[in-house]
């Protein structure tokens, strides 16, 4: 199984990217993935969850909630996270992560991860 992430950058405040997670091993019509993200600097500070998507739901942190929006082709096996309106505070570095059925925010609960991708909003 492997997640490789892509399309982190340096953006401003108020912009937008769109990251994108190619997954091989693995079919997205039974495995749920999940977006995380944080901040290596911080010391004991956790994973947040960000969004998570599955074949039949969807879900989101409250943080992110109408900025962001997860989707998924299964045809190309990816899952794309849009983030719009970015903010200082959404600099982190941002996972993929996948486990079977369900989708949930705790990053506890994903077994297979990629290296993640930067994503830096600063003017």
């Known amino acids: 199984v492997q997640l490789v992430e892509s399309g982190g950058d340096l953006v401003q405040p108020g912009g937008s990217l769109r990251l994108s997670c190619v997954v091989s091993g693995l079919s997205l019509d039974y495995y749920a993935v999940g977006w995380f993200r944080q901040v290596p600097e911080v010391p004991g500070k956790e994973r947040e969850g960000v969004a998570s998507i599955s074949h039949n739901e969807i879900h989101y942190a409250d943080s992110v909630k109408g900025r962001f929006s997860i989707s998924k082709d299964n045809d190309k096996n990816t899952v794309y996270l849009q983030m719009n309106n970015l903010r200082p505070e959404d600099t982190a570095k941002y996972y993929c992560?996948?486990?079977?059925?369900?989708?949930?925010?705790?990053?506890?609960?994903?077994?297979?991860w990629g290296q993640g991708t930067q994503v830096t909003v600063s003017s």
């Open positions: 992560a996948s486990r079977l059925r369900e989708a949930t925010l705790n990053h506890y609960d994903f077994d297979y």
